[in-house]
């Protein structure tokens, strides 16, 4: 059972930056592949990045390319998301999910949210413009 905790969360101005933390326990060498992911209110949830968590691949949204980098601190079992030139529309709700090989679903890379069976309870973001 993977057990996820987010932080870092906050609110700050259009053009700061923040840095979210997703702690993990119990990591399993089942784990297919990680991720964060959003949520705006009255809007789906939609994937910001996902990566494989055997040294694949990683995959950001568009809307977030160049501006978000995760990074994994793998003695810790943290991974990072480094969010910079924030804009108000990345205000959400900041979930860290993990998906594992057995999870049914789109391949990882479609930053899809389906599949995932572990969640994070999310990190609140507010970017005032």
């Known amino acids: 059972q993977v057990q996820l905790v987010e932080s870092g969360g906050g609110s700050v101005q259009a053009g700061g930056s923040l840095r979210l933390s997703c702690a993990v326990s119990?990591?399993?060498?089942?784990?297919?592949?990680m991720g964060w992911f959003r949520q705006a209110p009255g809007k789906d949830r939609e994937g910001v990045v996902v990566?494989?968590?055997?040294?694949?691949?990683?995959y950001y949204a568009d809307s977030v390319k160049g501006r978000f980098t995760i990074s994994k601190d793998n003695p810790k079992n943290t991974i990072y998301l480094q969010m910079n030139s924030l804009k108000a529309e990345d205000t959400a709700m900041y979930y860290c999910?993990?998906?594992?090989?057995?999870?049914?679903?789109?391949?990882?890379?479609?930053?899809?949210?389906?599949?995932?069976?572990?969640w994070g309870q999310g990190t609140q973001v507010t970017v005032a413009s």
């Open positions: 999910a993990a998906r594992r090989h057995s999870d049914l679903g789109p391949p990882c890379r479609s930053l899809t949210s389906m599949g995932y069976r572990f």
């Open positions: 119990d990591y399993s060498a089942d784990t297919a592949c």
């Open positions: 990566f494989y968590t055997d040294g694949g691949s990683t």
